[in-house]
């Protein structure tokens, strides 16, 4: 026999099944207009037809549109239906556990290589849309600082393993790899050049232990 209390924790975890499922439309509609569209010429309402859903209910469940694409671009980083510290995701906790620093390049490159298909093309939206959208330059310019600093925590790390030259500094080693991991340079070498994305991860590779590692330790082994 099924109690009140039961029937209420059961609608209520129906109703957030299906709360959470109309949110994905969403977020799914949101991400493919915006790609195809562009921030500016992607209107809520646009997204609320494509996802069969009301107006209001975009606002309800997601937000604005600036917040419809912070989500969209957690999501894309992450890899799941929500926002996961960098500190705590697995290609990160693998890396720290690796004590060779051109392994944890070659785990990094990998990473990006799934990351990038993701989030560069919604990357390179914000970024235009942040030339003449106050709220879109707010995002680019939160993501773009947050890269930053994860870089240099990346950098710093292969510092403290030996993995930088003596002749590279810690900021100008993070900067660089901020600029060859950036989603412009993807977006160039794989759909301007038709780079595959194999190539790209096996470049990404070669091209951080080259200019990053110290001779000795073996820029070019796998």
């Not at 994905?24 to 996802?51: F, K, M, N, P, S």
């Not at 990357?123 to 993501?143: G, H, S, Y």
Request: glycine fraction near 4%; aromatic fraction near 6%.
């Amino acid at each position: 026999m099924t109690t009140a209390s039961g029937r209420r924790e059961y609608d209520s975890s129906g109703r957030k099944a299906v709360s959470d499922a109309t949110k994905q439309r969403i977020l799914d509609a949101a991400r493919e207009r915006l790609i195809e569209r562009g921030y500016r010429g992607t209107r809520i309402a646009d997204v609320a037809e494509a996802a069969g859903v009301h107006v209001a209910t975009v606002y309800e469940l997601v937000g604005r549109k600036p917040v419809l694409l912070r989500e969209l671009l957690e999501h894309a980083i992450s890899g799941i239906d929500r926002p996961v510290p960098a500190e705590e995701r697995d290609y990160v906790i693998a890396m720290r556990r690796e004590s060779d620093p051109a392994r944890k390049l070659t785990i990094y490159a990998a990473a990006m290589r799934v990351i990038q298909r993701r989030l560069a093309p919604l990357l390179i939206a914000l970024r235009d849309a942040a030339t003449t959208e106050p709220d879109a330059a707010a995002v680019w310019r939160e993501i773009s600082e947050r890269r930053a600093t994860n870089m240099r925590t990346l950098a710093t790390d292969l510092a403290e393993h030996g993995g930088l030259r003596d002749d590279l500094s810690v900021d100008d080693a993070a900067d660089f790899i901020w600029a060859t991991n950036s989603p412009e340079v993807y977006i160039l070498m794989t759909t301007e050049r038709g780079w595959s994305d194999e190539r790209y991860e096996a470049w990404l590779t070669d091209v951080w232990r080259r200019y990053l590692l110290p001779a000795r330790t073996g820029r070019r082994r796998t």
